[in-house]
């Protein structure tokens, strides 16, 4: 009798564990998804950084990777939009080639293989007190943002990590 109330105990536990996967297990199969991919890809894609504030500025940074290497990334900036009209991106900079990574104030040129290796060391870290960890995956399973926030700073405090990102595919 004991025998088997200990097997259902453990089935149990083993059930609870596969339907809640940590974020650790969760990055390491959106990590695999992410290689089968890249390979469909042969390694092209490029992503999006939105950033905004109450005030209606909003700037946006593209990052274009060829072959699994940042080939470019482009910066544009939008002030508030008049009541009744659209709001217009200008750009303000691009770089290619030596030049990327030369402007401040955009978000960093990075492959999603160096997203993937600083979201495993945010996943393995301990959480600091009165901060909490958000892991989110897009549809199709893939790496959308990975960062730690302190939860004593109201309206969007600075984070560490990965920011939201819109990934696009291109073709190999």
């Not at 695999?32 to 469909?40: A, G, L």
């Not at 504030?53 to 946006?60: H, K, V």
């Not at 401040?104 to 996943?123: F, N, R, W």
């Not at 959480?127 to 989110?136: E, K, M, Q, T």
Request: proline share 4%.
């Amino acid at each position: 009798m004991m025998i088997r109330i200990f097997i259902t105990f453990i089935f149990l536990v083993c059930c609870v564990f596969a339907a809640n996967p940590t974020d650790s297990e969760r990055l390491s199969a959106s990590f695999t998804t992410w290689k089968m991919v890249k390979e469909s890809c042969g390694g092209n894609y490029s992503y999006k950084v939105i950033r905004s504030s109450f005030t209606g500025y909003q700037d946006e940074t593209v990052v274009v990777v060829k072959a699994n290497k940042v080939a470019e990334r482009r910066f544009d900036v939008a002030d508030a939009p008049r009541p009744g009209e659209p709001r217009m991106l200008k750009n303000k900079w691009v770089e290619t080639e030596d030049g990327i990574g030369k402007h401040e104030g955009a978000a960093e040129p990075k492959t999603l293989d160096e997203m993937y290796s600083i979201a495993k060391q945010i996943v393995e870290a301990e959480i600091p007190a009165n901060h909490v960890r958000s892991l989110a995956l897009d549809k199709q399973g893939l790496l959308q943002h990975c960062f730690t926030r302190d939860t004593r700073i109201a309206d969007g405090g600075p984070i560490k990590g990965i920011t939201t990102i819109y990934l696009t595919l291109g073709k190999k």
